[in-house]
């Protein structure tokens, strides 16, 4: 695996190494020993997947409240998407700032997620399936989040969004945190 720290100290984007043959590939998407000689978190306490059934659709902007932050490592396995993530920690040089990443089962990349980042994607196709590994347990009653067009963060979609949860619609503005 080949890791690219992004502007936001800590999230980094994973490529992998394939080896390519007559029969497709072989990569390593996850091993502790590399994730801990980056200093990341290697600790996964939960798995999950979700399968998005049209282009357009957005899920975000999400995040586990204190004191259950969580680290994830975000891959799609089919399809394509643009993961947007922003930086919640208000000592952070970059807090409120924001990054894309196109992740795709054709690039095969992934994106980890330091914790107090809040998280969210948009489908560039229909059918796309992401798998979320995450360092700690879902808290329900901790899961929080913003909307996606919060004007705190100006976050740039490339179209219009065709399917939003009522519960991501209604997210209030994330006024709570310093400028």
């Known amino acids: 695996m080949i890791f690219h720290e992004t502007k936001l100290k800590g999230a ?3 490529k992998p190494q394939r080896k390519e043959d007559e029969r497709g590939f072989f990569a390593r998407t996850f091993c502790q020993k590399e994730f801990l000689e980056q200093g990341l978190n290697a600790t ?3 798995c ?3 399968h998005n059934k049209k282009k357009g659709t957005f899920r975000g902007m999400h995040f586990q409240a204190p004191p259950f932050e969580e680290d994830k490592i975000v891959t799609c396995l089919q399809g394509a998407m643009l993961d947007y993530i922003v930086d919640l920690r208000v000592e952070s040089p970059t807090f409120k700032e ?4 196109e992740l795709s089962s054709e690039n095969g990349y992934s994106l980890y997620v330091p914790k107090s980042f809040a998280h969210g994607f948009y ?3 229909d059918n796309t399936d992401v798998f979320y590994q995450m360092t700690q347990f879902h808290h329900p009653e901790h899961a929080w989040g913003f909307r996606f067009d919060d004007p705190a963060f100006d976050i740039h979609l490339p ?3 065709a ?3 009522e519960k991501d619609r209604s997210y209030p503005d994330l006024y709570l945190l310093p400028s």
């Open 98 to 101: 924001w990054i894309k990443v």
């Open 12 to 14: 980094f984007i994973i």
């Open 48 to 50: 999950d997947i979700s």
């Open 163 to 165: 399917t939003l949860s």
């Open 123 to 125: 489908t560039l196709h």
């Open 44 to 46: 996964i306490m939960q």
């Open 159 to 161: 179209a219009e969004v």
